[in-house]
């Protein structure tokens, strides 16, 4: 196996995005990019690009913008350099061009975590043509106060500006995702039933920045965006769409909503949708003691 890290230019302003890829040896089933979550980095994601690595697939990661080392400022954490939620979206379809031209004639499969299980449905919106597989980790279901959000975002924006970072906003988001779980190793123990998880995720400086209402403008917009039924080009309607959970994961809203985003998927056009929840298990379950379970499921699905 090799790794190599390099930077590519966003096509849109030019932003130096941070790349990493790992190659197997010998033959290359697919490619297998990567769309990591909010508020970390593409670091966490190396063991599970290993683990592709040995079944013969390549990965590849960027961090997005306003993550990890794609920022201008180490200050710029949480800020995406964006006010329109596509720019997050042409990265990917950025790093989607440069790996196809490297490895013509390769299936590119897309796996999005999160946030980036977000970013990856508001690409096959517009680019579904161009990737052969996805998988949809840990998905934000539908939330009918998104509109209301946005409102938020728009009245502190006007008064302190898209890089303040807002507490109430930080706590209208997450401030019940602890709800339920006794003894919580921390306040992000919603990530992981796994504690040394949870404890190096709050070890980590490039993991759990509060975003500012840039970020969370880009991020409530794209959660709007892959809820409304318009605007799907469907030029790869067959595209198979695999969606993992943890059924102990706040953020998917319980099985019933996890369940209604895949409909959702189904409901636009899509024809090939399914399912795995893990039960018992959190937000990160690739980092969940399990995780090899996990790695071996989605392994399984693009070997299918």
Sequence with gaps: MKKETFV???????????????????DIKAIV?????????????????????????????NDHRGHGESVLDKKDLGYFYDDTGEFIIEDL???SSYIKERFPEKP???????????????????????????????????????????????????FKGDRHRSKTIQKLAFGANNKGIENPVSGNAWLSVNEDN??????????GFMFTL???????????????????????????ILFIAGSEDPVIGGEKAWRESMEFLKK????????????????????EDNKRDVYNDVIGFFGQ
Aim: proline share 3%.
């Design 268 to 287: 636009v056009g899509y024809t090939n949708v399914e399912g795995n929840l893990y039960r018992g298990k959190r937000h990160e379950i690739l980092n």
């Design 214 to 240: 840039n970020g969370f403008k880009n991020l409530f917009l794209m959660m709007r965006d892959i809820y409304q039924t318009g605007g799907w080009v469907l030029e790869n309607k067959d595209l198979p």
């Design 108 to 158: 590119l499969y897309l796996f999005g975590h999160s946030m980036g299980s977000m970013a990856v449905r508001k690409y096959i919106k517009k680019y579904d043509r161009d990737i052969d597989k996805l998988v949809v980790c840990g998905s934000p279901s539908k939330n009918p106060a998104v509109g209301a959000a946005l409102a938020i975002v728009a009245v502190e924006k006007a």
């Design 198 to 207: 949870v404890k190096a995720y709050d070890a980590d400086d490039g993991c």
């Design 33 to 61: 990019q990567i769309s990591h979550g909010m508020a970390e980095h593409k670091e966490r994601y190396y063991e599970f690009m290993e683990a592709l690595a040995e079944a013969g697939y390549a990965a590849v990661i």
């Design 8 to 26: 590519i230019n966003s096509n849109c302003d030019g932003l130096p995005l941070s790349t990493a890829l790992f190659v197997p040896e010998g």
């Design 93 to 95: 379809h950025d790093i």
